[in-house]
């Protein structure tokens, strides 16, 4: 699987957010409504990413205790 370009999220977001496609009279974009779309990408994207640490961490007993002694907090 490739991970998508900045691009392909792009086009994502105009591709789901209603008011990406203008009208020939209008000149600006809903800026905000654009934003509000890729920043709920962007949360599921990150939601995506914290699953997968989970899956890999679940299913890794030894990367437990490596990102307990590699952590900024991690006691001597």
């Known amino acids: 699987m490739a991970l998508p370009d900045l691009d392909d999220l792009i086009?994502?977001?105009d591709r789901r957010c209603d008011t990406a496609h203008l009208p020939a009279r209008q000149e600006q974009f809903d800026w905000l409504?654009?934003?509000?779309?890729a920043a709920?990408?962007?949360?599921?994207?990150?939601a995506l990413a914290d699953d997968l640490v989970e899956a890999y961490v679940e299913?890794?007993?030894?990367?437990?205790?490596?990102?307990?002694?590699?952590?900024?907090?991690?006691?001597?």
Request: charged share 20%.
């Open 11 to 13: 086009a994502e977001v």
């Open 59 to 76: 299913h890794l007993p030894d990367a437990r205790l490596l990102v307990r002694s590699t952590g900024p907090s991690a006691p001597d």
């Open 40 to 46: 709920e990408l962007a949360g599921q994207l990150h």
């Open 33 to 37: 409504a654009l934003l509000t779309v």
